[in-house]
């Protein structure tokens, strides 16, 4: 079992930065691949990036913007996401998947942290 605890969010202005952590407990999730999606009020829960072993995968809408990574070590990954906008809006979760199979829809995950909000003001 896998436990993830996501931080980080918070409200900040259009253009401005946030980086958001996922810290995993009870195993090693150095061959998971970890994802980031988020939901906005009234809309279904979207593909934001993945990392799979030192593979990166973005969708377009935040592509050049954000950047995932993960520290071995902390058993963490991050997201840095720069040039904020408010459609950006949402609350953001880390998701962990055993497998190797797809990376971008939630049913490819096994393991989910409960979110962190993320506000960009305008």
């Known amino acids: 079992q896998v436990q993830l605890v996501e931080s980080g969010g918070g409200l900040v202005q259009t253009g401005g930065s946030l980086e958001l952590s996922c810290a995993a407990s009870g195993r090693t999730i150095s061959s998971y691949t970890m994802g980031w999606f988020r939901q906005a009020p009234g809309k279904e829960r979207e593909f934001v990036a993945a990392?799979?072993?030192?593979?990166?995968y973005y969708s377009t809408s935040v592509k050049g913007r954000f950047t995932i990574s993960r520290d071995h070590a902390k058993n963490t990954v991050y997201l840095q996401m720069n040039s904020l906008k408010p459609e950006d809006t949402a609350v953001y979760y880390c998701?962990?998947?055993?497998?190797?199979?797809?990376?971008?829809?939630?049913?490819?995950?096994?393991?989910w942290g409960q979110g962190t909000q993320v506000t960009v003001s305008s």
């Open positions: 990392i799979r072993l030192s593979i990166k």
């Open positions: 998701a962990a998947d055993r497998g190797s199979g797809g990376y971008d829809y939630s049913y490819d995950y096994d393991y």
